[in-house]
Protein backbone atom coordinates (compact mmCIF):
# COMPACT_ATOMS: atom_id res chain seq x y z
CA UNK A 1 0.00 0.00 0.00
CA UNK A 2 1.87 2.72 -1.16
CA UNK A 3 -1.20 5.19 -1.47
CA UNK A 4 -0.29 8.20 1.21
CA UNK A 5 -3.28 9.38 3.59
CA UNK A 6 -4.06 12.85 4.18
CA UNK A 7 -3.41 13.20 7.88
CA UNK A 8 -3.76 16.09 10.11
CA UNK A 9 -0.74 18.46 10.32
CA UNK A 10 1.06 18.36 13.26
CA UNK A 11 -0.90 21.42 15.66
CA UNK A 12 1.43 23.98 16.79
CA UNK A 13 1.24 25.16 20.07
CA UNK A 14 -2.32 24.08 20.60
CA UNK A 15 -3.37 20.20 21.48
CA UNK A 16 -5.37 18.61 18.91
CA UNK A 17 -9.40 18.61 19.87
CA UNK A 18 -8.87 14.50 20.41
CA UNK A 19 -6.66 14.63 23.58
CA UNK A 20 -5.09 10.58 23.77
CA UNK A 21 -2.17 12.60 25.57
CA UNK A 22 0.08 10.92 22.48
CA UNK A 23 0.32 13.69 19.58
CA UNK A 24 0.92 11.01 16.84
CA UNK A 25 -2.28 9.76 18.20
CA UNK A 26 -4.14 12.61 17.86
CA UNK A 27 -3.15 13.20 14.27
CA UNK A 28 -3.99 9.59 13.46
CA UNK A 29 -7.12 10.15 14.98
CA UNK A 30 -8.09 13.32 13.48
CA UNK A 31 -7.75 12.43 9.81
CA UNK A 32 -9.67 9.43 10.97
CA UNK A 33 -12.06 11.67 12.10
CA UNK A 34 -11.87 13.73 9.04
CA UNK A 35 -12.56 10.58 6.61
CA UNK A 36 -9.09 10.00 5.45
CA UNK A 37 -9.41 6.29 6.47
CA UNK A 38 -12.66 5.06 6.66
CA UNK A 39 -13.97 2.10 9.11
CA UNK A 40 -12.59 -1.07 8.22
CA UNK A 41 -10.08 -0.05 6.14
CA UNK A 42 -5.98 -1.17 6.66
CA UNK A 43 -3.72 1.88 7.69
CA UNK A 44 -0.71 1.91 5.82
CA UNK A 45 1.99 -0.45 7.36
CA UNK A 46 4.24 0.75 10.22
CA UNK A 47 6.94 1.57 8.02
CA UNK A 48 4.69 3.77 5.57
CA UNK A 49 3.06 5.59 8.44
CA UNK A 50 6.79 6.17 10.31
CA UNK A 51 8.08 7.34 7.27
CA UNK A 52 5.09 9.87 6.20
CA UNK A 53 4.91 11.22 10.22
CA UNK A 54 8.81 11.57 10.03
CA UNK A 55 8.84 9.32 13.63
CA UNK A 56 10.80 6.00 14.61
CA UNK A 57 8.93 2.92 14.29
CA UNK A 58 8.84 2.51 17.79
CA UNK A 59 7.67 5.86 17.96
CA UNK A 60 4.51 4.76 15.76
CA UNK A 61 3.71 1.81 17.68
CA UNK A 62 3.45 3.51 21.24
CA UNK A 63 0.58 6.04 19.28
CA UNK A 64 -0.94 3.16 17.77
CA UNK A 65 -1.19 1.53 21.18
CA UNK A 66 -2.74 4.25 22.55
CA UNK A 67 -5.64 3.95 19.80
CA UNK A 68 -5.98 0.14 20.01
CA UNK A 69 -6.23 0.89 24.14
CA UNK A 70 -9.06 3.64 23.27
CA UNK A 71 -11.10 1.04 21.04
CA UNK A 72 -10.55 3.38 17.76
CA UNK A 73 -8.02 0.06 15.51
CA UNK A 74 -7.39 -3.26 16.11
CA UNK A 75 -4.53 -4.86 14.91
CA UNK A 76 -4.91 -8.39 13.25
CA UNK A 77 -1.74 -10.56 12.54
CA UNK A 78 -1.37 -12.92 9.92
CA UNK A 79 -2.19 -13.16 5.89
CA UNK A 80 -4.09 -10.09 5.27
CA UNK A 81 -3.16 -8.80 8.71
CA UNK A 82 -2.30 -5.09 9.57
CA UNK A 83 -3.93 -2.79 11.36
CA UNK A 84 -7.38 -1.75 10.61
CA UNK A 85 -9.74 1.35 12.01
CA UNK A 86 -12.68 -0.33 14.21
CA UNK A 87 -14.94 3.08 15.19
CA UNK A 88 -14.80 6.56 14.22
CA UNK A 89 -13.57 8.87 17.33
CA UNK A 90 -16.05 12.18 17.82
CA UNK A 91 -14.51 14.49 20.58
CA UNK A 92 -16.32 15.45 23.67
CA UNK A 93 -17.50 18.90 23.62
CA UNK A 94 -15.27 19.46 26.24
CA UNK A 95 -12.75 18.85 23.92
CA UNK A 96 -14.04 20.82 21.28
CA UNK A 97 -14.48 23.82 23.52
CA UNK A 98 -10.66 23.53 24.48
CA UNK A 99 -9.83 23.08 21.11
CA UNK A 100 -11.36 26.32 19.57
CA UNK A 101 -10.74 28.01 22.83
CA UNK A 102 -7.08 27.60 22.39
CA UNK A 103 -7.14 28.85 18.75
CA UNK A 104 -5.94 31.96 17.25
CA UNK A 105 -7.96 34.23 14.81
CA UNK A 106 -5.87 33.68 11.99
CA UNK A 107 -5.77 29.58 12.93
CA UNK A 108 -9.66 29.80 12.66
CA UNK A 109 -9.20 31.54 9.63
CA UNK A 110 -7.03 29.26 8.01
Same mark, same amino acid.
Given at each position: MSARFAFVPTFRGNAAPFAFGDPLADQIVSGIALGSIAVGERLPTEIEL? $?? /??? $?VAT? #???? $??? #????? !???? #??????? /?? !??? &? /? &??DEQVREYLANLTIVQIRD
Open positions: A $AE /FGV $AL #RKSL $AVL #RENGI !VETR #RGRGGGT /FV !VRV &P /F &PS
